[in-house]
Structure formats: C-alpha cells, structure tokens
C-alpha cells in the first residue's frame, strides 16, 4: 500500500519525460528571447533599422519566444494539476470502495455475532428443557412395613435424575431375563428385544415387526412375570428365581419395588427425541460459523447435565434398534462428539465391551480437536 502511495506521489509531483521537455523548451525561449534581439539584429540578414525604437523592436522580437515559454508553462501546470486531480479522483474512489469494503465486513461481523447469538439462546433454552423433561421423569417405589398386627402399604415418589439408577436396573435385569430365553441369540438381538419390553411394557408385541412364535412366547413370559406378587414377596424371586439364579448381581432387584416391565415410553420417549434433536441442532451447525471446537464446547455443557447412568441408558437405547440414529454412517455423536464419553465397562453389561466395541485398540478413527494433546473417547482412558 505504501508502496502504491509513493507511485501515486511521483506521478504527480515527478516530471515526465515529455514534462521535462516542455519544460526545458520553455526555460530554453524565454532565456533565447534575451539574446535574441542581438542575435536577429547584428547577424540577420533582414534589416531592422527602420523598425522604430529600440524599445519595440525589442518587444517585437522577444515576445514571441516569452509567450511560447509562457505558453509551454501555462500548459504544464494544467496538465500537472490534471493529473493531480486525477490522482485525487482515483484516491477518492479507493477510499469510498475501501469503506464500503469496511462496512460490508462490519455488518458481516455483526451478522454472524446475531446468528451466533441466536444459536447460543436456543441451545440454552433446549437445555432448559431437557431439565424440565427430566424432573418430570418420576417412579412409585412400593413399601410396606408392619404397624401393630397390620401391614402398611406406601408409595414413595421418585423423580428426576435419581430415578435413573432404578430404570438401569431394570433393564439390567430384562436383558438377563431376555438373555436366558434366547440363548442362542447375539447379545444385539437379545438388548433389542429387552428394550423393547423396557420402553414399551408388555404392549411390544403389537410393535414388533416379525411375529415369530418365540417372540410371541418371549412377551407372554414378560406379561406373566408382571404381576407383583409374583415378583415381590419379602424379597424372593418365586417365578423369577430359576431364570436368574445363575446370574450374579439380582439382590439389587429387591430394591426395585415399582411396577416393573410396564414400560417408560411416556417419560423417555419424549426425552430422547429431545436429547436428540438438541444435539443434531448442534452438530450439524455451519462449521464456517460454528467451528468443531466450539460445538464440542456446546455438546460438553450438555453432556455434563447427564448422570453416568443416564449415559448409560442413552447407549443402551443405541445398542438396540430404537436410537441407531445416534450413531451411524451419517451422525457420529457418540464418537466425534462423545455424548457418552463417561461410562466405563463396569456399568455395561459385560456382554458389551467399549474397548472391543469402539476399537479402542487401534488408532484413532474418530474427529479429534485441534491443538488438544488428549482428545480420548472415553474417560477412563485417561485414568
């Protein structure tokens, strides 16, 4: 630019080459027009005795060579004050498009800085409504204890993010079950079809695709194993012990004293339709005006409203057939954007294992963020 500056300069304050010219010319008859009247006197060969005074004959004689310099002068300082003018014109010009170039920027700027901070406020306010969606999650823990000679039958209410452990357990639980009936099915097959009674109580056979006479027999063992009495009765498994007693961990099923296999669609279904499209809103962001970085940032403020259980579940609803949108060709949120980046292998089921599953092993074939020395996908690879 300053470079342009000086060019621009020396054009106008410089002498060109024809300038020099006229210039020289000019300088050259005025001083030609003092000698001139010696010269065309003494040596011409036309008489100018008889021209009148001195004085005139003088005049006569140098005027002509004063009025070209003067001339050649005039028209020199025109043409300078022409490409002055010029200069200033095109100075001008560069100076409106360079702020129009400004002001294009500006509102630009100003425009990505509304659009940004239309963004921040919806995804805020999915955030308060996922909140929302989880306080009104509840459960009806059933209690009984003896007051005098009679039995005294209550219900606690549960709500919000602690009814998640009880929900954990019960699909804990529904896969166990689920497994010993499909005892040659893969553990896809047998999480698919246990959370299909979790999600829709014994109403899953009207959902089902197929209807395979093992699917069929699988929900009426369901709908059999519904009623609370056969389930609950001081703690003992009646009906359910001889499809458990092999698997270790079912004393937590005594504290699951709530209408088990009834289904949570009416809680979760909204929930995860929420979860999700929260999520899609911000990966699928302009990358030109929301970096990958930055959604990361969004996703993380999310991702820390979720308990580990909660995660959990979210991957068990992945695992089956019902949120296979959470994690495929197209959208990789598990994985380059780690919406369950703190579960471990000890809250899974030990049919699923994270570092088998997600190729922990090898490298690494998700998104990592720029500059970031440990972009891990799970915590615990950073213990």
């Known amino acids: 630019m300053t470079e342009q500056k000086d060019k621009d300069k020396k054009e106008v304050y410089g002498l060109s080459k024809m300038s020099k010219w006229i210039l020289g010319i000019s300088f050259f008859a005025l001083a030609f027009s003092f000698i001139a009247p010696s010269i065309l006197t003494k040596f011409s060969i ?43 014109r095109e100075q001008f010009e560069v100076q409106i498009e360079n702020e129009k170039k400004q002001f294009r920027e500006e509102i630009k700027e100003q425009n990505e800085q509304f659009l ?52 954990l357990e019960e699909i804990n639980l529904l896969y166990w079950i689920t497994k010993e009936f499909y005892k040659k ?20 056979d009207e959902k089902l695709e197929s209807q395979k006479s093992d699917d069929n027999n699988y929900v009426n063992l369901i709908n059999s194993l519904i009623d609370i009495n056969i389930w609950h009765s001081h703690g003992n498994y009646k009906g359910l012990k001889h499809i458990v007693k092999r698997h270790s961990g079912f004393e937590k099923a005594k504290e699951l004293d709530f209408s088990l296999f009834k289904g949570h669609s009416a809680h979760l279904a909204h929930y995860y339709r929420h979860l999700y499209q ?5 990966a699928y962001q302009d990358e030109t005006k929301i970096s990958y970085s930055e959604k990361r940032k969004y996703l993380r403020i999310l991702r820390a409203q979720l308990s580990n259980q909660e995660q959990t579940l979210l991957f068990y609803n992945w695992k089956s057939k019902f949120g296979h949108n959470w ?8 994985t380059d954007y780690r919406m369950i980046h703190n579960i471990y292998n000890d809250l899974l089921i030990k049919d699923f294992n994270l570092i088998k599953l997600f190729k922990l092993m090898g490298e690494p074939y998700y998104r990592i963020e720029p500059n970031r020395e440990n972009d891990t996908l799970f915590e615990f690879q950073d213990w």
């Open 46 to 88: 036309i008489d100018f005795t008889g021209t009148g005074e001195i004085g005139d004959t003088l005049g006569g004689i140098m005027n002509p060579f004063i009025a070209l310099g003067g001339a050649l002068l005039t028209y020199l300082a025109f043409y300078m004050q022409f490409k002055a003018n010029k200069l200033q």
């Open 116 to 167: 940004k901070s239309q963004f921040e406020n919806q995804f805020y306010e999915m955030i308060r409504l996922h909140k929302e969606n989880v306080s009104e999650i509840s459960i009806n823990l059933k209690s009984s204890y003896f007051s005098g000679s009679q039995t005294v039958h209550s219900d606690d209410k549960i709500s919000g993010r602690e009814v998640f452990k009880y929900l």
């Open 185 to 204: 099915e893969s553990p896809d097959y047998v999480m698919n079809m246990s959370y299909g009674i979790f999600f829709h109580g014994n109403k899953f």
């Open 278 to 282: 929260t999520v899609k809103f911000v």
């Open 327 to 334: 994690e495929n060709q197209t959208n990789k949120f598990f």
